[in-house]
């Protein structure tokens, strides 16, 4: 098991790499460049980009143990047929009307070098905050026989967030990675790691990735 709040995880003691994914959300330049879509909205990405060292960590330990590692990027078609009115009115009002802020065709789109993505990865390309909506993510999820999900990546509030609510309504057992998780808004990032563990943990668990290491550890190598 892995040390968590407001319970061990996984809550029944069953942790086997084979039923568990590490999920790593959005880690693209759109995101952690300063010259990308988060820093044109006005954030600052430096909180982003610091937690790339816990992540390849996360990663290291899980292709060791044998667990999946699936990564997502956000954007939209070129064309922008997939965008809503909504959206273009929000890009609009954000001073990106025109530019390739977002696009699947840009290079913001792609996930950042710094990151230890392999061929065996699994990526999952969406277009809402939550990457179950309109994507094959829970096909995936469900031919390999994946139940356990950790949660890292940005943005800890938006894209993480929806998407590990959509996993607990889907009943994936979900355990968030704090220290691999980031926002550009340090309130809404604690604020959102504070909910998982409300009512007796209605969002799954919380964890450090200390604690993660050290129960993947327990697993042992992987036989593959």
Same mark, same amino acid.
């Given at each position: @098991? *892995? &040390?968590? %709040?407001?319970?061990?995880? +996984?809550?029944? /003691?069953? !942790? =086997?790499?084979? %039923?568990?994914?590490? *999920?790593?959300?959005?880690?693209? #330049?759109?995101?952690?460049?300063?010259?990308?879509?988060?820093?044109?909205?006005?954030?600052?990405?430096?909180?982003?980009?610091? *937690?790339?060292?816990?992540?390849?960590?996360?990663?290291?330990?899980?292709? =060791?143990?044998?667990?999946?590692?699936?990564?997502?990027?956000?954007?939209?078609?070129?064309?922008?047929?997939? @965008?809503?009115?909504? #959206?273009?009115?929000?890009?609009?009002?954000?001073?990106?009307?025109?530019?390739?802020?977002?696009?699947?065709?840009? +290079? /913001?789109?792609?996930?950042? +070098?710094?990151?230890?993505?392999?061929?065996?990865?699994?990526?999952?390309?969406?277009? $809402?905050?939550?990457?179950?909506?309109?994507?094959?993510?829970?096909?995936?999820?469900?031919?390999? /026989?994946?139940?356990?999900?950790?949660?890292?990546?940005?943005?800890?509030?938006? $894209?993480?967030?929806?998407?590990?609510? #959509?996993?607990?309504?889907?009943?994936?057992? $979900?355990?968030? *990675?704090?220290?691999? $998780?980031?926002?550009?808004?340090?309130?809404?990032?604690? &604020?959102? !790691?504070? @909910?998982?563990?409300?009512?007796?943990?209605?969002?799954?668990?919380?964890?450090?990735?200390?604690?993660?290491?050290? /129960?993947?550890?327990?697993?042992?190598?992987?036989?593959?």
């Amino acid at each position: @098991m *892995i &040390a968590a %709040k407001p319970f061990d995880f +996984p809550y029944d /003691g069953n !942790l =086997e790499a084979q %039923k568990t994914a590490l *999920i790593v959300i959005d880690l693209q #330049e759109d995101f952690l460049s300063t010259t990308g879509y988060f820093a044109r909205q006005g954030y600052d990405p430096a909180p982003l980009r610091a *937690i790339l060292p816990a992540v390849n960590r996360l990663i290291a330990a899980c292709r =060791e143990a044998g667990v999946q590692i699936i990564h997502t990027r956000q954007g939209y078609r070129g064309d922008l047929a997939d @965008m809503t009115p909504y #959206e273009k009115w929000r890009r609009k009002r954000s001073g990106l009307e025109g530019t390739t802020a977002l696009l699947r065709s840009s +290079p /913001g789109f792609q996930i950042v +070098p710094e990151l230890d993505v392999r061929p065996e990865d699994v990526i999952v390309d969406k277009t $809402c905050n939550g990457a179950f909506t309109y994507t094959d993510f829970e096909h995936v999820l469900r031919a390999q /026989g994946i139940t356990h999900l950790l949660f890292s990546g940005c943005t800890t509030d938006v $894209c993480v967030h929806t998407t590990l609510r #959509e996993a607990c309504d889907r009943n994936f057992q $979900c355990l968030t *990675i704090s220290d691999a $998780c980031a926002s550009g808004d340090q309130y809404a990032h604690e &604020a959102a !790691l504070h @909910m998982v563990t409300v009512e007796n943990g209605i969002f799954g668990a919380l964890t450090d990735t200390a604690a993660v290491l050290e /129960g993947l550890k327990k697993l042992g190598p992987s036989a593959k």
